[in-house]
C-alpha cells in the first residue's frame, strides 16, 4: 500500500545532541511537511518542500533544519535540541498544489523525548 | 495565532449516541477538512469541504460549512469505541497556491462502549 513511513517510532536524545528523524513516501507526491505537535495542541507546520524548493515558516526556530534528497525521502535534523523541542514530529505529504487535491497524508509521527 | 478554534475541547459520550463538534476560523477560505488522530498517531483524512458547498456527507459523518459566520461543524451518527480520537479542523487560509493548512486546536472525542 502507498504510505508515508516515518522512522523511528521514538527517538530519545540528550539535551544538545544533535538528532535527525526520517521520513519516507510511496506516493510520489510532490510536497512533503514537518509538523511539530505538542501535547494536547494543534500540529504546527515547520517548514515544507514543494519538489525541490524549501519553504520555511516564519516561526520556525533556526536549530530546525530539513533535507530532501529525492521525491521519496525528506529529513528532519535537530541541531541542538532543548527540552523544549520534546513533542511529536509529523511528516505529511500531497500532491502538486495545482491538482485541485488538497489532502495530507500523514505518516504515523516521531515521538521526539530530550533528556 | 492559529486559525481555528474548536468547541468543546472534550466530548464524551456513549456508544450509539451522536457526537457534534464545532470549528471557527477567521480569515476567508477555499476549503476546510477534518481530520482524525488516534492517541499516538498521525493524522487521517476524513472530509473535505469547499467554500460552496454547505454540507457533505460521508458515511456516518456530516459536515457542515457556513461561510458568512465562518464556521462548521462535524455529526458522527451512532458513535463507536474505534470513533474515540481527537478531531481536527484544517484551513487553507485562502491560499490556493500552496498547500499549506492551519489546524484547530481540536476536539478529543471519548465514545464509552
Known amino acids: 500500500d502507498a504510505m508515508v513511513i516515518q522512522n523511528p517510532r521514538y527517538q530519545v536524545t540528550q539535551f544538545g545532541k544533535p538528532v535527525t528523524l526520517s521520513c519516507s513516501q510511496t506516493?510520489?507526491?510532490?510536497?512533503m511537511y514537518w509538523y511539530q505537535q505538542k501535547s494536547s495542541q494543534a500540529p504546527k507546520l515547520l517548514f515544507h518542500?514543494?519538489?525541490?524548493?524549501?519553504?520555511n515558516e516564519a516561526d520556525t526556530p533556526d536549530n530546525f533544519q530539513s533535507r530532501r534528497p529525492n521525491t521519496s525521502f525528506c529529513f528532519l535534523d535537530i541541531r541542538s535540541p532543548g527540552l523544549g523541542d520534546a513533542a511529536m514530529y509529523l511528516c505529511?505529504?500531497?500532491?502538486?498544489?495545482?491538482?485541485?487535491?488538497?489532502?495530507?497524508?500523514f505518516g504515523p509521527g516521531t515521538r521526539l523525548l530530550v533528556l | 495565532s492559529q486559525q481555528g478554534e474548536e468547541d468543546p475541547q472534550a466530548l464524551s459520550i456513549q456508544e450509539g449516541e451522536n457526537a457534534t463538534m464545532n470549528c471557527s476560523y477567521k480569515t476567508s477560505i477555499n476549503n476546510l477538512q477534518w481530520y482524525r488522530q488516534n492517541s499516538g498517531r498521525g493524522l487521517v483524512h476524513l472530509i473535505l469541504i469547499r467554500s460552496n458547498e454547505r454540507e457533505k456527507h460521508s458515511g456516518r459523518l456530516r459536515v457542515t460549512l457556513d461561510t458568512s459566520k465562518k464556521s462548521s461543524s462535524l455529526l458522527i451518527t451512532a458513535s463507536r469505541a474505534a470513533d474515540t480520537a481527537s478531531y481536527f479542523c484544517a484551513t487553507d487560509g485562502g491560499s490556493s497556491n500552496t498547500g499549506k493548512l492551519i489546524f484547530g486546536q481540536g476536539t478529543t472525542l471519548q465514545v464509552k462502549p
Open positions: 518542500y514543494y519538489d525541490k524548493d524549501f519553504n
Open positions: 505529511a505529504t500531497s500532491r502538486d498544489f495545482a491538482s485541485g487535491d488538497k489532502t495530507q497524508y
Open positions: 506516493l510520489n507526491h510532490n510536497v
